[in-house]
C-alpha cells in the first residue's frame, strides 16, 4: 500500500505564487515516476511537470519559465514552485507516482488533489 499525501493548495491573487509538496510513503522499493497533473471541470486530466525515471524534467508548455518542480529522494518527495500564477490555472493539482512496491509489481498512485484558484 503506497499513500501520496499532498499539501499547499489554496486561494492566490493572479501574479502571486503557491508551493504544492507531495510526500510518498509506503511498501515503496523504488519510485520512477514522480509529478503533478491538473484537472479543470469538463477537461481532461494533464500533465504539469514531473521527474521521469532517469531523473529529467518535463514540463507542459504552458507552465514552462513560472512553474519549478524539485525533489527530495530521501522524503520520497517532490514540490512545485507556482509563480507568475494565472486565473487559467486554477484547477485540481493530483500528485502521481509510478511506483515499484516492495512486494514485488509496478503500479501508478495518485493522491485526493488539491485546489488552486487563482483570481483575477
Known amino acids: 500500500q503506497v499513500q501520496l499525501v499532498e499539501s499547499g493548495g489554496g486561494t492566490v491573487q493572479a501574479g502571486g505564487s503557491l508551493r504544492l509538496s507531495c510526500v510518498a510513503s509506503?511498501?515503496?522499493?523504488?519510485?520512477?515516476?514522480m509529478g503533478w497533473y491538473c484537472q479543470s471541470p469538463g477537461k481532461q486530466r494533464e500533465l504539469v511537470a514531473a521527474f521521469r525515471s532517469d531523473d529529467s524534467t518535463i514540463y507542459a508548455d504552458s507552465v514552462k519559465g513560472r512553474f519549478t518542480i524539485s525533489r527530495d529522494n530521501a522524503k520520497n518527495m517532490v514540490n512545485l514552485q507556482m509563480d507568475s500564477l494565472k486565473p487559467e490555472d486554477t484547477a485540481v493539482y493530483y500528485c502521481n507516482a509510478d511506483v515499484r512496491a516492495t512486494t514485488g509489481g509496478t503500479f501508478r498512485f495518485w493522491g485526493q488533489g488539491t485546489q488552486v484558484t487563482v483570481s483575477s
Open positions: 509506503g511498501s515503496i522499493l523504488q519510485i520512477n515516476f
